[in-house]
Structure formats: C-alpha cells, structure tokens
C-alpha cells in the first residue's frame, strides 16, 4: 500500500485502513509561540483533560439533521463525571468555536483553561495542542477525532457513541475508546 497516496473522506474512514500503522501520520515540527507551548508544558504535567465542543456549522440548516443533537450536553456532563472518576486531579482544557457557549453550560472547575487563541489559519495548533492531554472527550467531530487519535500519551479517550443521525456507524473508534450516549 503506498501510505503517500492515502485521502481519507471525513464519513467513510475505516479503522482497518490505519488501526496498526501509528507512525504514518505525524505533525511535522511546529514552532509555537510562547503561550502554546507553555499550555503543552502545563499539559504534560497535569492531569489534562481535553474537551472539544464543536457547534458552529453543526447547528446551521446545512448539517443540522445529520451532526446536531449528538454531542449534547447531557453528553459532556456523563462524559466530565466519568473522567472525574478516574483522575483525581482534572485539569480540563477546552477547546470550541463557542467558547461562550462552554463557559455557560459545561460544569467544570474554575481553574479550567479555554483555549480560543489559535483561530483561523491557525486552528491545526489546537489539533496539535490536543494531542497532548491524558484524556480527551471529542465532539462527532472529525477534528475532534484526530486531535484524540494523533495523542500519543495513551489516552482515556470518550466519544459520542452516535456519530451522525443515520442509520450508519462508522468504523473508526479503537477497543480502548469508551463510547457514551447523551440519555
């Protein structure tokens, strides 16, 4: 297989076309600035937790019946206390495109780090940042996915066990994730 000429489509990713091969696909080295790489040093020494929400252009007409309603945030707080219960000392770092929207509605500690910095052009070093944490929640994101699969550090790692609101469940989703549904 020439591991040079893979493209994958976001819906029809298949675990069996990657499950073993860890090492073909990497972030090249990146140079951060100061704020990001003093967030993945505190990262590496905490017990980080990432949570990724992501609403945006989840919630327009265009995807909405298909990726809504999913990552809820019935979600999030399962997903939050179950974390609880395996790490006696979360930190939680959260990263949206409604950081807002986190602050308001998500229970989690006050010392929590948002992260809503890497904007734009930018956004792939929030991939890169989630990569580093202990634990990651994701959103039905393939963003979020990523930033989850590229963690090298053995990660608890909790996902929405419905991906879309189809009759389709994606192959994607190693043994050792925990799936979760929002009832």
Known sequence: MNWD???FNAFKSDLSFYENRNDWISFRPINLNAKNQNLINLMLSVQSIVIH???GDFLSSK???ILANIATLGYYQKAIELIKGRFSASHF???SDDIEWCKSHLS???DTVYVDWNTGKDSYIDLYLMTH???NIIANSTFSYWGAYLNKN???VIYPKKWINANY???IFPVDWIGLTSE
């Open 53 to 55: 929400v992501r609403r």
């Open 93 to 95: 770092f959260v990263f």
């Open 5 to 7: 000429a893979i493209v």
């Open 63 to 65: 995807y909405c019946d």
């Open 133 to 135: 944490a202990k634990a």
């Open 154 to 156: 053995n990660p608890i």
């Open 108 to 110: 989690i500690p006050n």
């Open 169 to 171: 469940y994606p192959n």
